[in-house]
């Protein structure tokens, strides 16, 4: 059997490959000035990590984005005490307990009496506390499976 020999390249995007563009984004992130409070709960690291990364230069309505973190339900109720004009919060449902995320959302509903902010609960395990999250929360919650 005979070797085969390169073909010459018909397209013309070959003298292109070699180069990456790099587009700069013009837009100023304001580092001052009003902005909404999102807070992540969740006890898995990463999911701080990607939310800063997917949120952190994101804005709404001219105004930025401040992701505040806690890693458990006890740190979370501290936040939000400590933060009562918190926007949205995107939290996990099973933490120290199965339902610890749950009785985060009872906590600001009944205890700091929070009708205002938007809640996303989130797991790793979707369906396995489902019927419970769905009796204990009210319409502005959300829920949602956290992306593996």
């Not at 509903?109 to 769905?134: F, H, W």
Request: aromatic letters at 4%; hydrophobic letters at 35%; glycine letters at 6%.
């Amino acid at each position: 059997m005979l070797p085969r020999r390169p073909q010459p390249r018909t397209d013309k995007v070959g003298d292109q490959d070699d180069f990456l563009h790099i587009i700069e984004d013009s837009a100023e992130i304001p580092e001052a000035g009003p902005c909404w409070k999102v807070a992540v709960i969740d006890d898995d690291p990463a999911v701080h990590d990607g939310t800063r990364f997917a949120l952190g230069d994101y804005q709404l309505n001219g105004q930025r984005l401040e992701i505040l973190s806690a890693s458990s339900a006890a740190e979370g109720r501290e936040l939000l005490r400590a933060h009562p004009d918190v926007a949205a919060v995107l939290l996990d449902v099973i933490m120290e307990t199965d339902d610890a995320g749950l009785d985060l959302v009872h906590f600001i509903r009944n205890t700091l009496k929070n009708e205002t902010v938007r809640i996303i609960l989130r797991t790793g395990q979707p369906g396995r506390r489902r019927s419970a999250a769905s009796s204990s929360t009210t319409t502005s919650t959300t829920t949602r499976p956290r992306p593996s």
